[in-house]
């Protein structure tokens, strides 16, 4: 079974920075081919925003490209853990953070990120004050 397991989000000011953690688990065992694991944010009373991925594969990454100036992804492949590093928080930042992962060919990424995600986490709130 495939599991993402976000964490790392919290209350802080703005300004300050955060890094979320996504721990996956059951790819080898349940995925064939390339997937893309990210990161999606839905802020109060909005839509759910793709931010970023990076491919299972061979680690390219991905963005948003309003989201590439102070949004950083990542992977540690021995602890199967994917990191979204959010620098220069703003408080319209607030969201709950969710992980994600679906076939990197589905990918639509440029002005808009969207993935037809296969596997999602629970969410991480990112609470940022002004």
């Known amino acids: 079974e495939v599991q993402l397991v976000e964490s790392g989000g919290g209350l802080v000011q703005a300004g300050g920075s955060l890094r979320l953690s996504c721990a996956a688990s059951?790819?080898?065992?349940?995925?064939?081919?390339?997937?893309?694991i990210g990161w999606f944010r839905q802020a109060p009373g909005k839509e759910r925003e793709g931010i970023s991925c990076?491919?299972?594969?061979?680690?390219?990454?991905y963005y948003r490209d309003d989201m590439k100036a102070r949004f950083t992804i990542s992977r540690d492949n021995a602890k199967n853990t994917v990191y979204l590093q959010i620098d220069g928080l703003k408080p319209e930042d607030t969201a709950v953070y969710y992980c994600?992962?679906?076939?990197?060919?589905?990918?639509?990424?440029?002005?808009?990120?969207?993935?037809?995600?296969?596997?999602w986490g629970q969410g991480t709130q990112v609470t940022v004050s002004s």
């Open positions: 994600t992962a679906g076939p990197t060919i589905t990918l639509v990424y440029g002005e808009q990120f969207e993935l037809d995600s296969e596997y």
């Open positions: 059951g790819f080898i065992d349940e995925v064939y081919g390339d997937y893309c």
């Open positions: 990076i491919s299972t594969t061979d680690g390219t990454t």
